[in-house]
């Protein structure tokens, strides 16, 4: 996601145009700042199917917005144990003819109310045929059914239970993305925990943020996790990047042990 490689990607989509895109969410939005900024436009996709990361209502109306496509949330494990598709009603379905799903709870029991963490086994991996696979992503499904499909409907994809904020007193906070998801001029954004007192916050932003935003967003975070953090906002062009090229939502720089 260099500078000259989201260049050299823009001019290969106008050679070759496309009709799907397929990467990181977070990725898209640092690759159109980028060309953008460079003055470069592209023809738009048929389809853009993002996977590795929750999409949030804002990321996606972004991206359908600059891309003029529909965004596509798809999730899978390299392991091919697990996979949730979003069908083109909008909605995301467990792909239940391709593994046999479970909700569990934290006591490891089916889950009655439909949340939990989830566990599959394949029905097509034979080359590694992992049984009860713990994904240690926890999803909620939908207490509703639609008639088109036979498979059941997923609300809710929250992602990794390790990736989470530890605050002063020992408590962890997982997926705090909802002082952002719902922040007015927010595109999307980004938690780094350096101190066990302070969290340093990266937003990327459009064109209505002010700066009296930060103020809503601070009152979020406390209303959901008290006044015993600071925060610090930086606006930012791209959001720091794990090694493999995955942008994640909470970043730990203090020892969590």
Not at 41 to 47: A, N
Not at 70 to 79: I, M, N
Not at 85 to 101: G, M, N, R, S
């Amino acid at each position: 996601m260099t500078k000259s490689n989201c260049i050299a990607v823009a001019k290969l989509i106008q050679k070759f145009k496309p009709h799907f895109f397929v990467g990181y969410a977070r990725s898209f939005i640092d690759f159109i700042n980028i060309i953008e900024t460079e003055g470069i436009s592209i023809p738009s996709p048929k389809g853009l199917f993002c996977f590795g990361e929750s999409v949030s209502p804002q990321i996606r109306k972004y991206l359908e917005t600059k891309l003029h496509t529909h965004l596509f949330d798809f999730y899978s494990h390299a392991e091919n144990t697990v996979m949730i598709c979003q069908h083109d009603d909008h909605y995301q379905y467990l792909t239940e003819d391709f593994f046999f799903p479970e909700i569990l709870d934290e006591e490891g029991n089916i889950d009655a109310n439909c949340y939990g963490e989830l566990v599959g086994t394949s029905f097509y991996n034979y080359s590694m045929p992992l049984i009860r696979y713990k994904t240690r992503d926890y999803v909620t499904l939908a207490n509703r059914k639609l008639s088109k499909y036979s498979f059941r409907m997923v609300d809710r994809i929250e992602g990794r239970m390790d990736d989470f904020l530890i605050l002063p007193d020992g408590r962890k906070i997982y997926f705090a993305e909802g002082a952002l998801g719902y922040a007015k001029g927010v595109i999307t954004g980004q938690y780094i925990q350096d101190r066990i007192d302070h969290i340093i916050i990266n937003l990327i932003v459009d064109s209505d943020f002010e700066e009296a935003y930060f103020k809503d967003i601070e009152k979020g975070l406390k209303k959901r996790i008290g006044d015993c953090m600071t925060f610090s906002f930086n606006i930012v062009s791209e959001l720091e990047k794990k090694s493999s090229g995955k942008i994640p939502f909470i970043i730990q720089k203090i020892n969590t042990r």
